[in-house]
């Protein structure tokens, strides 16, 4: 069991920071030896809300290199640069930094944050407990401290930590946002939602529990109630981005195009970047131009879309799957790049897996390299047909039993009222839980029932 840290006593610090900022008061803010971890995380924040102030970190970023001397060591450098990542969502790039860096508060810190987005849980607790322990009183580090602890199993230590500190947070949403976050884990929704609910009695702006409310309502089938809740927080500064983007899905699902566009341009409007706002724009902009037919251009937006997904989301024996990890193969895209001979040079690949992988690559009309060409998206046109996925809405709108499923799966699906694969995909995994004689084996023939037409579960943002 987790042992439960108890803070210092003393205010609760919420997140504070003047939007209009100048450059050189961040540039000097970014380049003192020893940062506020308050400062560094509503810069972040605040970049959610100005493109400006991104580009400024952006400028800052670039030329950092010939300001290392402002900093005591090489390690020290790195670290900074690892958090000025991280403030531009490079979470990838700031893992690589961070790692090599010092060990400071704000190294370790900043670290944890970036291994609680990306799943590494039990990383993010051991530094998360160390930053909440030099920092019990900054709202944002309490509550990725708490979700640390819920995600590494920790859930009844993390109520017993709320109770003990409720009286430091005493009228803030921090405590029954988090309380809410422990019951949807322990799957008693109602109590998450009151929980949300709570929260929103005392900040009704409070987007953290606005969204979870959103999402267990989308989840629950009630979208109307979801979409309200999504407009809300759209109109907050500074703008919640995983709840635009839900909300997008939401009205591309209602074939709401010109709705779906406006909340990809409002992610791109403070993040141009991002990889899911800039795709989905342009499946919504080819979809409203024309309902899937057989164009070039949509050819072009669904081929770029299927090269983008990780392969984590297609399913792979569990050989296949390490060997292409290993060789930091992540997405379809990268996996159409390499020859068979360069996958059979690895050990412990063999035929049967290559085969495994063809095959995967055959269902969506792709193939692997060959050495006598570079691979493009132009030159995969050439030859993609995308044989399982011809029209989406098609697809969505198939009645889910002219295919045959096993006798446990089609009656799961009959008693939760699923009659159409549009039914299925906008299902969660948490959805099937508690459902009699329903185990890993019924919900992985779903996944690849939903994975050979293009689809997949509903995931948790």
Not at 121 to 150: G, M, Q, R
Not at 283 to 290: I, N
Not at 303 to 327: G, W
Not at 354 to 364: E, F, N, T, V
Request: proline content about 4%; aromatic content about 8%; glycine content about 4%.
């Amino acid at each position: 069991m987790k042992t439960i840290t108890k803070p210092v006593k003393g205010g609760h610090r919420f997140a504070t920071f003047t939007a209009g900022m100048k450059k050189d008061n961040i540039e000097i803010l970014l380049s003192k030896e020893n940062l506020d971890l308050e400062d560094v995380i509503n810069i972040r924040k605040q970049m959610l809300s100005s493109i400006k102030i991104r580009r400024e970190v952006e400028k800052i970023l670039a030329g950092f290199d010939t300001a290392k001397t402002r900093f005591s060591s090489q390690a020290k450098v790195i670290s900074r640069k690892g958090v000025l990542y991280w403030m531009l969502d490079d979470v990838k790039m700031a893992i690589s930094c961070l790692e090599q860096g010092s060990e400071t508060e704000e190294n370790n810190c900043i670290l944890g944050l970036c291994y609680l987005e990306t799943g590494r849980n039990e990383e993010a607790y051991k530094l998360l407990e160390k930053a909440y322990k030099l920092s019990p009183d900054v709202s944002y580090i309490f509550s990725a401290y708490v979700e640390s602890l819920i995600k590494t199993g920790g859930i009844e230590p993390a109520l017993l930590l709320l109770r003990k500190v409720k009286n430091e947070f005493k009228g803030e949403p921090i405590i029954p946002y988090c309380q809410g976050l422990c019951y949807e884990e322990l799957r008693e929704y109602e109590k998450s939602l009151d929980e949300y609910n709570k929260a929103l009695s005392l900040d009704p702006e409070y987007a953290p529990a606005i969204f979870r409310l959103a999402y267990r309502y989308d989840l629950m089938g009630k979208e109307d109630e979801a979409v309200e809740l999504y407009e809300k927080i759209r109109g907050i500064k500074p703008p919640y981005i995983n709840a635009l983007i839900n909300l997008g899905l939401i009205y591309e699902d209602r074939c709401d195009y010109q709705k779906a566009i406006e909340c990809y341009e409002t992610v791109l409007s403070i993040h141009p970047e991002h990889p899911r706002a800039r795709l989905y724009k342009e499946d919504s902009t080819a979809s409203q131009v024309m309902y899937y037919d057989d164009s070039l251009k949509r050819k072009e937006a669904e081929l770029k879309r299927l090269l983008s997904q990780p392969l984590s989301e297609f399913q792979l024996p569990t050989r296949a799957r390490n060997c292409l990890e290993e060789q930091k193969i992540n997405t379809i895209g990268e996996l159409v790049r390499k020859t068979e001979s360069e996958l059979l040079s690895r050990e412990n690949l063999g035929t049967k897996t290559l085969k495994d992988i063809k095959d995967l690559l055959a269902r969506r009309g792709l193939a692997l390299s060959t050495e006598q060409k570079p691979v493009t998206v132009e030159s995969l046109l050439k030859s993609y047909t995308s044989p399982e996925v011809p029209k989406v809405m098609d697809i969505l709108n198939k009645p889910i039993f002219e295919i045959d499923w096993s006798a446990r799966v089609r009656a799961s699906l009959t008693k939760m009222k699923v009659y159409t694969f549009g039914d299925l995909a906008n299902k969660a995994e948490d959805d099937f839980q508690g459902l009699p004689n329903f185990g890993q084996t019924s919900l992985n023939e779903i996944k690849q029932r939903l994975s050979q037409h293009g689809l997949s579960l509903k995931a948790a943002e």
